[in-house]
């Protein structure tokens, strides 16, 4: 049995890897929002450098939804690589990094005062989780063909 078609049709496969997916996802968004409602305003006596300790947490949940993100992919390539939504998903999280790392140098790192700048900013990453979280769920229903080999 090959590797896609173990995700795809094992009893096992596809539900561990999805919940690997959204085991990854939960502490990669949660840390990412633990910074942005500090920055926004919440618990204004925490340090806010000691957010950046959950960091090696966060790339670690990163590898794990990049890689069960891989292996759902590998499961579906056609479903996956055929729809707008993925590609557009996958910009999101590009984008949602990019925020996230100016963020974290300028307030983190550069101690930067907490303007209004950085609060929209804040708000602007919290956004792109969200948008990344229904545009992975949307993924199921936005598809225009499952397998190629509906076609035969
Ligand atoms: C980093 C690379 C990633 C890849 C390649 C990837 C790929 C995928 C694929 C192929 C699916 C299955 C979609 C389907 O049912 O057809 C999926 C589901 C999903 N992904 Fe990702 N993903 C990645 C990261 C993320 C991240 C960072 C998040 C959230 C922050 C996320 C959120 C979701 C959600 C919510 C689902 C739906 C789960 C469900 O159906 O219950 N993904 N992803």
Redesign the pocket.
Known sequence: MSFSVWVRESVAGFPVT?SF??L??AF??GIHFALDLRVLGLAPKLPVHLITKFYPLMWVS?VV??IS??M??LA?PA??LTNFV?YL??IL?ASAFIVGKILTKKVVQQDAEITTKYKILALLSIGL?VS??VA??F??YT?TILLTTDFY
Request: aromatic letters at 18%; zero cysteines.
């Open positions: 999805i997916h959204a990854g996802m990669l968004v990163f939804a990049l993100g891989l759902l992919l579906y479903k996956g993925f998903k996958m999280i989780w990344i979280i992975g769920r993924l199921a598809y």
